[in-house]
């Protein structure tokens, strides 16, 4: 066996974390975390397509990157339409080649959806949970791993959440085992594409800026939860998926990482 030595550890440099000349798809990037996902990659020198539902959120996560002196473009569809997925995915091929790097962020649906207790919970609710959180990542993964398999590289990122491994009194049963399911999925991935140069990794996150005002008692109230004594940030999550997608995060896989500040254990 190979011992590591002094020489390996001064080869990991700032250029390692590039990259240069890559390829990202970020789902439902138009805002929040996402947005803060794009903006990262791009800042690292990633092409990055900009997902989301509504193209003028797209389109202006892209500008914003673009006055930033980074390279993205806008490529706005609705991830649980087959369809429109696979419309949309030929047309980025043929604008800015293969996509390297898939981020799956998508999982809230427009309008932030409706927490219910399961007993309660219409199915039209908790189908609306599958077909976004698992089937959807399902579909694009499916549709980009063939080249990222052929080109011998490639980087797959699930964004899930802490509700997928404890139970919470909230309403959100249905989310929390559709992201479940999405994790077991890149476990899956991660050992099946990994001896072909591609990983797949999800990131757990757990309470995120953006759950309302930061006056207000009950987010207050959140905040003292978190060990860290604050919320997570899209560039938080961005700084994660940067080393998860780098060539210094390239013996990360088939993990699902914990990003919460201390609030949630991983398993």
């Avoid at 990222?148 to 997928?164: M, P």
């Avoid at 998860?244 to 990360?252: D, H, I, P, W």
Wanted: net charge negative; proline share 4%.
């Amino acid at each position: 066996m190979r011992t590591v030595g002094v020489e390996d550890a001064m080869d990991l440099g700032v250029e390692q974390f590039g990259l240069s000349g890559r390829t990202a798809l970020v789902t439902g990037a138009g805002r929040g975390v996402g947005a803060g996902i794009a903006h990262v990659l791009a800042a690292a020198g990633a092409t990055v397509a900009v997902n989301d539902l509504h193209a003028d959120r797209a389109g202006s996560v892209v500008d914003a990157i673009t006055g930033a002196g980074g390279a993205a473009v806008a490529c706005p569809f609705d991830v649980t339409d087959t369809g429109a997925t696979a419309a949309a995915l030929a047309s980025l091929a043929d604008d800015v080649g293969d996509v390297d790097i898939l981020v799956h962020n998508a999982g809230v649906p427009d309008g932030g959806g409706r927490p219910n207790k399961f007993v309660d919970m219409p199915p039209a609710d908790w189908q609306l949970q599958i077909d976004l959180n698992l089937a959807a990542m399902m579909r694009i993964v499916q549709a980009v791993l063939p080249r990222q398999l052929e080109n011998g590289w490639g980087r797959i990122v699930q964004i899930s959440s802490g509700a997928s491994s404890r139970g919470l009194p909230i309403g959100v049963a249905a989310y929390g085992a559709a992201k479940a399911g999405s994790e077991a999925l890149i476990r899956h991935l991660g050992v099946e594409c990994g001896p072909n140069g591609v990983t797949a990794n999800a990131l757990a996150l757990g309470l995120m800026e953006g759950l309302g005002r930061a006056d207000d008692p009950q987010v207050q109230k959140m905040i003292r939860q978190v060990p860290i004594g604050r919320l997570g940030t899209g560039a938080d999550v961005g700084a994660a998926i940067l080393w998860l997608c780098s060539e210094a995060g390239g013996l990360v896989n088939a993990q699902v990482i914990h990003l919460n500040g201390g609030t949630v254990f991983g398993r």
